[in-house]
């Protein structure tokens, strides 16, 4: 374990489902992400949370809609996805938003596909 | 803007061999760059990285890297290959004047196949 839980690990969800991704951290850190990892492709970041706060939006659709309720959990809520947006989605953590040198912590992913 | 160039898709080392992944990057100052793997059903791990000093830098495991700022490239390396170290390999770069967001640019990825 890596100190970030992510559940679920699998969702399989139709187009017109509603379903959320959790991500949970124990490593005392202030700063979260969500990254989107598609086979051969970069890591797209998603948003950025420091101290609860959202810092950025990466230009994510709406039917992505990302929750902080604390610095040691993060959620994306999922509604009406498209069949594109079936991927591994990765949560991260720092200990802060701003340090250059920060080294991201992940979790193992929710691989999600939309049927 | 920031990017990476991860130029193979897939390198294959027989077990004992070097490995070298490579890695090349773009930035309008000077870089943070880091490599992070990836084995099956995990999420990205922390190799190692290169914020300011001597060029080579030792990470997890064995491996290695050079940053070589004249040919803007900073290519992962292992003496010796084992099988588990097959897995994929991110190398990964944030411009020292633009890390706002922890803003990291990341490759494509490079899978490595370690043949017993």
């Known amino acids: 374990e890596t100190g970030v839980t992510q559940t679920p690990r699998h969702l399989v969800m139709g187009m017109t489902n509603k379903k959320s991704l959790k991500c949970e951290q124990h490593l005392g850190h202030n700063a979260m992400y969500w990254y989107k990892q598609s086979a051969k492709k970069p890591l797209e970041l998603m948003f950025v949370?420091?101290?609860?706060?959202?810092?950025e939006n990466n230009s994510v659709p709406s039917r992505f809609s990302p929750e902080c309720p604390n610095s040691s959990h993060l959620f994306l809520h999922l509604h009406t996805l498209q069949p594109e947006d079936s991927a591994l989605y990765l949560c991260?953590?720092?200990?802060?938003?701003?340090?250059?040198?920060?080294?991201?912590?992940f979790g193992a992913g929710s691989r999600l596909t939309v049927l | 803007a920031q990017s990476v160039a991860q130029p193979e898709d897939q390198v294959n080392v027989a077990e004992g061999n070097p490995l070298t992944v490579k890695c090349t990057y773009s930035?309008?100052?000077?870089?943070?760059l880091f490599w992070y793997v990836q084995y099956p059903n995990r999420g990205l791990q922390f190799l190692l990285k290169?914020?300011?000093?001597?060029?080579l830098v030792k990470g997890s495991y064995g491996f290695e890297a050079e940053f070589n700022k004249s040919q803007t490239s900073f290519h992962l390396k292992k003496p010796s290959a084992l099988v588990s170290d097959s897995a994929l390999y991110f190398c990964?770069?944030?411009?020292?004047?633009?890390?706002?967001?922890?803003?990291?640019?990341f490759g494509k990825g490079n899978q490595v196949v370690v043949i017993p």
């Open positions: 949370y420091n101290f609860k706060e959202q810092t």
């Open positions: 930035v309008s100052g000077n870089p943070y």
């Open positions: 990964a770069v944030r411009d020292r004047l633009n890390y706002g967001n922890n803003r990291l640019a």
């Open positions: 991260a953590s720092s200990q802060d938003r701003d340090s250059g040198a920060n080294v991201l912590t």
């Open positions: 290169y914020i300011t000093g001597d060029n």
